[in-house]
């Protein structure tokens, strides 16, 4: 079946301009979770989505980020203002619910990603 | 508060040889699962292995096994039979249960060259 997709793959604004990236779970997925990933490092947690559950939002970096998920599905990452340390990969995944214990509901499935340049 | 620590900023192993990357994890969760993806050059994230804090045995899934030291805190990934393939950037991530489950901290990651 279709895997986690992102768009768009590549961004690239100047800074100051506001930019939208999405995020397509896999279908039947209630967790979705945005993660940042500069150059050589690890994740950094942004954003988790459960379901109807307010979102867990203690990953993300300032109030210039936002992010919402609507219908349970489809989540659009923004980020306001861009500065040039926003630049990064931005990394979706989805997956079953985490608060059940087992593989099979804590494996994560992950997107390609965008790569935002700002400059 | 959760933290992942991965030491080896790179290791080396000769093919078909094993190699052991090594992750020491803190949590005030009771309960708690840890995981290992590997990320190779093309950038994909691909889940290897999960383990339960309350799983009695050490998770396994091919030639991959997680050598999980609860009182040690450690949760090092065990590749046997090394192939060109797992030449990759592997990381160690952990995250808690109920409330917490959502929110996953990842280590800075190891690369792993297997030498032909």
């Known amino acids: 079946g279709a895997g986690v997709s992102q768009s768009p793959s590549n961004k690239v604004t100047e800074k100051g301009k506001d930019v939208e990236l999405r995020c397509d779970p896999i279908s039947g997925h209630t967790a979705l979770y945005w993660y940042r990933q500069s150059l050589g490092q690890g994740l950094e947690f942004l954003i988790y989505?459960?379901?109807?559950?307010?979102?867990?939002k203690s990953g993300l970096p300032s109030d210039r980020f936002s992010a919402e998920r609507t219908g349970g599905s489809v989540s659009t990452l923004t980020i306001q203002r861009t500065q040039q340390e926003d630049s990064a990969v931005y990394l979706c995944?989805?997956?079953?619910?985490?608060?059940?214990?087992?593989?099979?509901?804590?494996?994560?499935?992950f997107g390609p990603g965008t790569r935002l340049t700002v400059l | 508060a959760q933290k992942i620590t991965q030491t080896q900023p790179g290791m080396f192993v000769q093919e078909k040889e094993a190699v052991t990357l090594d992750c020491t994890y803190d949590t005030s969760d009771p309960s708690y699962g840890l995981f290992w993806y590997k990320q190779p050059s093309s950038g994909e994230m691909i889940f290897l292995i999960y383990q339960g804090s309350y799983d009695q045995q050490n998770a396994t899934e091919g030639r991959y096994s997680l050598n999980f030291q609860k009182a040690r805190k450690s949760a090092n990934l065990v590749i046997s039979a090394s192939q060109l393939g797992d030449s990759a950037m592997y990381f160690c991530a952990m995250r808690g249960t109920n409330t917490n489950a959502g929110k996953s901290t990842f280590g800075d990651g190891t690369t792993l060259t297997v030498k032909p």
């Open positions: 995944a989805s997956s079953l619910d985490p608060r059940i214990s087992g593989v099979s509901y804590n494996e994560q499935f």
């Open positions: 989505f459960q379901g109807n559950s307010a979102p867990d």
